[in-house]
């Protein structure tokens, strides 16, 4: 199925008359920097208040939920399973920014999490409560990865890896001063009890943000407000070079998607995603438990989950740069699941304190930059849109089991040190490793099957700074090269 692809696309772009399209690599270059000013920093607020919103839980469980909702046994561990199972079941939602306009995709289910996530306040029971946080993992499962297959329509291979890093890296830095926020809304006297306070002011910013992303989530490049008639046209000659046709949004290809679901490297993709996303999610939501049973008081464990979470913020961006750069990002993701694998082991067999807060520096930064870089990958080796679709429709859909595991490892009778789950996360980030290494051999087979079958002359330049020009005045580009025709190669 592979092969037969490759022959249509090639027969496509080889033959008859060239299909060169005017390029001017300043232009385009100036066009992507304003496409970053306009928007990544409101999807990066955005996904800030998601991640508030999904995990501040941990936050009110230390800060008197536990009691008023009488979350005995493992009830606040189901709080946080049926978040991940309802993301799962509704991951197929994020196809809904293919289909309709974006800017009503993202309005919509932007005001819907923000709704749910005030009206958390207003639980009065543990069955209340998790049919609010499952309506929640509902509405947010259509915004993250809606996005990043977003990205896809406004960046070129070679660019989008830097951009899915900047977008989530708003996790890690969300987490950095959601314990500082929830101490300051925590800490005070209020007729309200605390742990409603803190649903309620976090969530209420949520809801008045979706006006904002109905007016300025762009629809598409060429229809982008931002830009002026020139800077579409040259936006559109970007998407032609992607894809052979500037019209990305209203509808997707079944036949493509089918083919996703039997390609071997979307289903490593998915396995590695599982594997990083078992730690990626449990540890915010049990770091400030984990810190209170280090000897910390409650206070002070909401104040220590900021550093280990700023460093993550730094690293998930200087590593997801590193691979667009170097265009190595299975050697990145080697590095990133290592790093956090030896955090969770020092976590799991060390009883010094300070030791062990070190270690929580090393998972928070391993997890943490490990997700963009999967993201990023998964968009850099898929050819078309329906595929890059389908593909993160797989990652999130296995993915996302990872949470489900996850949230499951930290029971209270295995405190203070959760041996067992700080064992399995471990485990878990080397068979990343594992796994990234596997995947970039497999890579590098197709691309020399690539090689043999169109010379390796014909591949194009991907690496970030270089525009991917095939003319010898470099004044045209070829269309539809990153979909699988004679010049596409794998992303390593």
Excluded at 78 to 99: A, D
Excluded at 281 to 289: G, N, Q, R
Excluded at 312 to 320: C, D, G, S, Y
Aim: aromatic share 14%; charged share 15%.
């Amino acid at each position: 199925m592979a092969d037969q692809r490759e022959e249509e696309n090639g027969a496509r772009l080889t033959g008859g008359e060239p299909f060169g399209i005017p390029y001017d690599p300043a232009a385009s270059t100036r066009v992507r920097r304003k496409i970053d000013r306009n928007m990544l920093p409101l999807f990066f607020v955005l996904y800030m208040l998601a991640f508030l919103d999904r995990s501040n839980i941990g936050n009110a469980e230390i800060a008197g939920m536990k009691k008023s909702l009488n979350l005995v046994g493992d009830r606040y561990e189901w709080l946080l399973t049926i978040f991940y199972i309802t993301y799962i079941v509704f991951e197929f939602s994020l196809l809904f920014w293919k289909i309709l306009p974006p800017h009503m995709v993202a309005a919509t289910v932007v005001f819907l999490w923000g709704l749910i996530a005030t009206l958390q306040s207003a639980a009065q029971s543990w069955s209340g409560m998790m049919a609010l946080r499952f309506f929640l993992g509902a509405f947010e499962a259509a915004y993250a990865p809606g996005v990043i297959y977003l990205f896809s329509f406004f960046y070129l291979r070679h660019e989008v890896g830097f951009r899915c890093g900047i977008f989530a890296s708003a996790a890690p830095l969300a987490s950095t001063f959601a314990g500082a926020l929830a101490y300051g809304i925590t800490n005070g006297d209020s007729k309200l009890a605390n742990w409603r306070l803190l649903f309620l002011v976090e969530g209420l910013p949520t809801i008045l943000m979706a006006p904002v992303a109905y007016f300025f989530v762009p629809d598409s490049p060429d229809k982008a407000r931002f830009l002026n008639a020139q800077e579409k046209e040259i936006a559109r000659a970007r998407a032609i070079r992607q894809t052979g046709t500037s019209e990305r949004v209203g509808s997707i290809d079944v036949k493509q998607l089918a083919q996703t679901l039997l390609d071997v490297k979307a289903w490593c993709n998915a396995l590695l995603y599982f594997s990083a996303n078992v730690s990626y999610a449990s540890l915010p939501v049990y770091l400030p438990l984990i810190l209170t049973q280090m000897g910390y008081s409650s206070i002070n464990a909401q104040g220590l989950s900021a550093p280990p979470y700023f460093i993550a913020f730094l690293f998930a961006l200087i590593t997801t740069f590193v691979a667009d750069r170097t265009q190595q990002r299975g050697l990145v993701l080697i590095a990133t699941s290592l790093i956090g694998a030896i955090g969770y082991i020092v976590l799991a067999t060390v009883e010094t304190v300070g030791v062990r807060y070190f270690a929580v520096f090393l998972a928070a930064a391993g997890v943490f930059s490990t997700i963009p870089n999967i993201l990023a990958w998964t968009l850099n080796n898929q050819g078309n849109d329906s595929r890059r679709g389908a593909g993160l429709v797989l990652i999130n859909v296995v993915g996302q089991c990872g949470p489900v595991l996850g949230t499951r490892l930290y029971p209270s009778d295995e405190k203070p040190r959760y041996v067992k789950g700080m064992s399995v996360c471990a485990a878990f980030m080397f068979f990343a490793a594992i796994m990234s290494l596997a995947l970039r051999s497999l890579l590098v087979w197709e691309n020399r099957r690539l090689d043999e079958k169109y010379g390796a002359a014909n591949a194009v330049a991907t690496k970030a700074g270089q525009e991917e020009v095939t003319t010898p005045d470099e004044k045209e580009m070829d269309a539809a090269v990153e979909d699988y025709g004679p010049k596409f190669r794998y992303v390593l």
